[in-house]
């Protein structure tokens, strides 16, 4: 892990390339984050995998609901040869989330991708294949969204089962 | 060593004679008539069929989640429902009449297992095991799906998972189900009278929701 100077310098190296790149670094329990502009991810991700972050552990998404922007899609870096991590960050809204897709810089990224889009509705411009992975294809909605209904289908009792069965014999 | 060899009870060789003499056709009259009410049950066609079909079901091997584990159990040898004569798991539908859905049902996986169900031939039975089955359980969430939406289930056994037990007494209640058996007499030895689960208005019912072999009704 870098600690808090070390992302600073970082953060610093990709400043002298793109003024606007790097939004803000947070610095957790000894995890470095690097909160990105959503354009400039690709260019920041390159950046970094040139730098020895060859490795992309985990894409994932986040609903940080009630904070704007709502969506936040983490790419977890790992630096195999160093040893050392580093989470980037991109925050985008609900109204248009949208994300240029790494999959030609990190071919793993392709079904993650996927899951971040099935799930959180984050659409991936330049993904080769971009279909929902785990629910259904003609599934409405993005579950994992918090403002998804968490319940899910109503539970059959007799009293209930003439509307639901769909017995219409 | 020797080696003694017990002599056959007496009852045992007259019976074993008889029976040699009706092959011969040497019975007649009323010995010919006690043999004969000895050796012949009459019932019906209907029941006959039913006692066969409730002592043999072929269940599909066919697990979903943890309440498979479970299901597993009751083959093995302290449940063995080789005692019922339940014991030929298929992995065919074509060749098994019992679907037990062991576990949680998502929505993908409900068309397979509507599909699998319909592969099978009649007649044919479902059981829905466990909690996710029937409710959905602690996954009440956007990805399941109660198996009562897709298929009609006879017998429905609660549990978290269910213990083997309770799988072979829900499977023991499908084959009284099957056999149209009376219930055994729980609510008159607990006096347990009024506690059916009826629906307002309609005439009293089994507990259960019974479909007939071949009733797609409720699918």
Known sequence: MPDATELELTAQELREIDT???LDTEFHRGRAVLVVKPE??????THLFNR??????????VDYYPHEPRLGVLYELLDMYNVDRISVKARVPTSDPRLPSIVDLFPG???????VYDMFGVVFEGHPDLRRILMPEDYEGHPQRRDFPVGGEPV??????EQSYGKDV | MEVRREPLPSDFRISQLKARDMLRGDLEGEDLERYVEQRVMTTTLNRAVA??????????????ACCAIEQIHIVASRMDVARFGWEAFRASPRQADLIILSGRVSIKMAPIIRRIYDQMLDPKWAISMGACCSSMGVFNNYALVPADKFLPISVHVPGCPPRPEALAHGLLRLRSQVLGDPPAGWRERYEAIGTEEVLAGEPPSPAVN????GDTAGA
Not at chain 2, 51 to 64: H, M, V, Y
């Open chain 2, 51 to 64: 006692w066969a079909r409730g002592n043999s079901f072929f269940p599909l091997t066919f697990g979903l």
């Open chain 1, 52 to 61: 020895g972050y060859g490795f992309l552990a985990s894409l994932h998404g």
């Open chain 2, 210 to 213: 019974v479909f007939e072999p």
């Open chain 1, 20 to 22: 606007e790149a790097v």
């Open chain 1, 109 to 115: 990224a392709e079904f993650p991708e996927r899951e």
């Open chain 1, 40 to 45: 400039k991810i690709k260019a920041v991700l």
């Open chain 1, 156 to 161: 059959l009792f007799t009293y209930n089962e």
